[in-house]
């Protein structure tokens, strides 16, 4: 069983940055490929960013890249994401979620097994 808590979203400006985090519970996490989700309003939920367990495979959807970074802490069972020049349109609940198989987060082979409950952010112009 893995728990996820996101935390660090918030309103910020148009170009600000932002980190958000996800703490894990569970002796395992080591053994689970990593991801972030986001959710607008009105919209279907979409992948961000996945990482997977040892961190030497990350992916990304092509919106996010070259301004988003995903990584992971092993060791505090932490896996975080820093946003860099943010836009309007990153404006959702962003979602951690968890699953054994790289090909769930990073392929959408199956629905990621753990998720956390959200965190908001903000984009405003």
């Given at each position: 069983?893995?728990?996820?808590v996101?935390?660090?979203?918030?309103?910020?400006?148009?170009?600000?940055?932002?980190?958000?985090?996800c703490?894990a519970?569970?002796?395992?996490?080591?053994s689970y490929?990593?991801g972030?989700?986001?959710q607008a309003?009105g919209k279907?939920r979409?992948f961000?960013?996945?990482i997977s367990w040892?961190?030497?495979s990350?992916?990304?959807?092509?919106s996010?890249?070259?301004?988003?970074t995903?990584?992971?802490?092993?060791?505090?069972?932490?896996?975080?994401?820093?946003?860099n020049r943010?836009?309007p349109?990153?404006?959702?609940v962003?979602?951690?979620a968890a699953d054994?198989?790289?090909g769930?987060?990073?392929?959408?082979w199956?629905?990621?097994?753990?998720?956390?409950q959200?965190t908001?952010?903000t984009?405003?112009?």
């Open positions: 069983q893995v728990q996820l996101e935390s660090g979203g918030r309103l910020v400006q148009a170009g600000d940055s932002l980190r958000l985090s703490a519970s569970g002796r395992t996490f080591s490929a990593m972030w989700f986001r309003p279907e979409e961000v960013a996945a040892g961190a030497s990350t992916t990304y959807t092509d996010v890249k070259g301004r988003f995903i990584s992971r802490d092993n060791a505090k069972k932490t896996v975080y994401l820093q946003m943010l836009k349109e990153d404006t959702a962003y979602y951690c054994q198989s790289w769930a987060l990073s392929k959408g199956h629905t990621p097994e753990y998720w956390g959200g908001q952010v984009v405003s112009s």
